[in-house]
Nanobody, 118 residues
Framework: QVQLVESGGGLVQAGGSLRLSCAAS????????MGWYRQAPGKQRELVAR???????NYADSVKGRFTISRDNAKSKLYLEMNSLKTEDAAVYYC????????????WGQGTQVTVST
C-alpha cells in the first residue's frame, strides 16, 4: 500500500520560513521522481518543485530562489524548504510520487496546509 504523508505545514508570518516533509512508504522511493504541488482556494493545483532521481530539479518561477526541494533516499523522505514566504504562497501543499514501472503511475499525499499572514 502506497502512502505519502506530508507534515510541517502551519501558520507563518510573511517573510518567514517553513520546512515541509513527505514520508513515503510502499514505493521504491529512490527510483521515483518526487514533487511538491500546491492548490490555493479557487485555483488549480500547480507544480511547486520537482526532483528527479538524477538530481535534476525544476521549480515554478514564483518560488525560484526561495524554495529548495531535497530528498533523503535512505529515509524515503522528501523535503521542501520554504524561505521568504509570501501571502501568495498560502495553499495546501501536496507531495507527489511518479513511480516508474510498465507505465508511470502517480501517487498523492493528503496535503498539508500552509497559511501565510501579513
Amino acid at each position: 500500500q502506497v502512502q505519502l504523508v506530508e507534515s510541517g505545514g502551519g501558520l507563518v508570518q510573511a517573510g518567514g520560513s517553513l520546512r515541509l516533509s513527505c514520508a513515503a512508504s510502499g514505493i521504491r522511493f529512490s527510483s521515483s521522481t518526487m514533487g511538491w504541488y500546491r492548490q490555493a482556494p479557487g485555483k488549480q493545483r500547480e507544480l511547486v518543485a520537482r526532483l528527479a532521481t538524477s538530481g535534476y530539479t525544476n521549480y515554478a518561477d514564483s518560488v525560484k530562489g526561495r524554495f529548495t526541494i531535497s530528498r533523503d533516499n535512505a529515509k524515503s523522505k522528501l523535503y521542501l524548504e520554504m524561505n521568504s514566504l509570501k501571502t501568495e504562497d498560502a495553499a495546501v501543499y501536496y507531495c507527489k510520487a511518479e513511480v516508474w514501472g510498465d507505465a508511470v503511475r502517480d501517487y498523492w499525499g493528503q496535503g498539508t496546509q500552509v497559511t501565510v499572514s501579513t
